[in-house]
């Protein structure tokens, strides 16, 4: 819900003087969001909507469709030719000097960049800075309300829940001398998330063996291996409630097919589990202490642990994801691998804290859920595994 006064503290908070949001065809699925217009509704002509720190918002629309804006506050000035749009542009933000866009300088931060350089050229050329809204978006985009986080506190509870589900399948089968394939607990999984009313983009990842060294395998009929005894099995599944402005639970576990896990899962498994808990205490740490935390710094956290247990080159994926209505957030990510992500974790964001470590015979990810609360209280969802599963003597 659109929110002037919200954002126009949060502007002054972050020292920017305007907010300039802008689509064109449905280019800025982020803009389009807060300022909470349809987004199956989309604009054919390009749209300017200037929000200042202080003072009323003003609307730049094409003749044709003047309409587009019209839930929200502000003037409207209206352009036919381009000459008229080039004119307004710099007109509406050559009072400003700092202007927030969807925008990330040498496209560091992909997940924000939705406007095109053309426009940022154009923007620049009146004579103002564009900054990138990246921590605007944070809040406005990725930040929970109470029913949010009661919403996410009931699909971990179901997330966590289907563990037991595959768990129980794998050593049910085994114990009886049947085969269980990959795709066989992966569709368990999925019945399991739509018997108690959960709904996900896609079926979760069950990889044995080598398969769990490979972070994005995706079991495919008849493709797909059998786990036997003796197996080392990943499991990776994400789901939310199936209800209006539900925000997901995304958990990995591993598990040994035995009764006693050997001691090079083990030694594995400890070296991930020691990232991931450093990972969580970074994060603990900054705001027990009031600090600014960046997400490229929980990401360094978890790597110097792996690194300098001697894997870093097998920790190929960033340590955490921001999490929301989608299973990949639009806040910041645990991130200093694929991207230097230097926006902030602010209050009432969530996000994966997931390090792993991937060999050609195996691979271990230890994913949990990671909320700070309004009152920066740091809670950790999906449950600590403390050890590899040895799921024939637990089920």
């Known amino acids: 819900m659109f929110d002037l006064n919200a954002i126009q503290s949060s502007l002054r908070d972050l020292g920017y003087d305007a907010w300039l949001l802008y689509d064109f065809r449905g280019s800025n699925p982020l803009a389009r969001r807060v300022l909470g217009l349809d987004e199956k509704?989309?604009?054919?002509?390009?749209f300017f909507y200037l929000i200042p720190a202080s003072g009323a918002p003003r609307k730049l629309l094409h003749r044709i469709e003047t309409f587009v804006l019209d839930t929200l506050p502000g003037d409207k000035v209206v352009y036919l030719r381009w000459e008229e749009l080039e004119k307004a542009i710099k007109e509406l933000v050559s009072p400003f000097k700092r202007v927030a866009m969807e925008y990330s300088p040498r496209n560091a931060i992909p997940y924000v960049s939705h406007v095109d350089?053309?426009?940022?050229?154009?923007?620049?050329?009146?004579?103002?800075e564009v900054v990138s809204s990246g921590?605007?978006?944070?809040?406005?985009?990725?930040?929970?309300?109470?029913?949010?986080?009661?919403?996410?506190?009931?699909?971990?509870?179901?997330?966590?829940?289907?563990?037991?589900?595959?768990?129980?399948?794998?050593?049910?089968?085994?114990?009886?001398g049947q085969p269980v394939r990959e795709v066989e607990v992966q569709k368990a999984i999925?019945?399991?998330?739509?018997?108690?009313?959960?709904t996900t983009y896609h079926p979760p990842i069950v990889g044995v063996g080598p398969h769990s060294g490979d972070p994005h395998y995706e079991p495919v009929p008849m493709k797909d291996s059998e786990i036997k005894e003796g197996d080392f099995v990943l499991v990776d599944l994400w789901a939310k409630m199936d209800k209006p402005r539900g925000v997901y639970s995304d958990l990995t576990r591993v598990g040994y097919v035995g009764k006693t896990v050997p001691e090079r899962y083990k030694e594995i498994f400890d070296i991930v589990a020691a990232a991931r808990d450093a990972a969580i205490a970074c994060v603990r740490s900054a705001f027990k202490d009031k600090r600014?935390?960046?997400?490229?710094?929980?990401?360094?956290?978890a790597r110097n642990v792996i690194k300098k247990a001697g894997y870093g080159d097998a920790f190929v994926h960033r340590t955490g994801h921001s999490i929301g209505q989608e299973t990949h957030g639009n806040g910041a990510n645990m991130d200093n691998l694929e991207t230097h992500?230097?926006?902030?974790?602010?209050?009432?964001?969530?996000?994966?804290?997931?390090?792993?470590?991937?060999?050609?015979?195996?691979?271990?990810?230890?994913?949990?859920?990671?909320?700070?609360d309004g009152d920066a209280q740091v809670h950790v969802t999906g449950?600590?595994?403390t050890a590899v599963l040895p799921i024939l003597a637990k089920y």
Not at 347 to 357: L, M, N
Request: aromatic share 10%; glycine share 6%; with cysteine.
């Open 41 to 46: 509704a989309i604009n054919s002509r390009r």
């Open 117 to 128: 350089a053309g426009t940022i050229e154009l923007v620049k050329s009146a004579g103002v």
């Open 135 to 176: 921590d605007l978006i944070t809040v406005f985009e990725a930040t929970w309300d109470d029913a949010q986080w009661a919403m996410h506190l009931e699909a971990d509870k179901h997330t966590q829940a289907g563990y037991d589900v595959a768990w129980k399948l794998i050593a049910d089968r085994v114990r009886a």
């Open 190 to 198: 999925m019945d399991h998330f739509a018997k108690n009313k959960m």
């Open 292 to 301: 600014v935390l960046h997400g490229w710094e929980v990401d360094d956290a």
């Open 341 to 372: 992500d230097e926006r902030r974790v602010l209050k009432r964001t969530c996000f994966s804290v997931e390090p792993g470590i991937y060999l050609p015979e195996f691979g271990v990810r230890s994913e949990i859920n990671v909320f700070v």
């Open 383 to 385: 449950g600590l595994q």
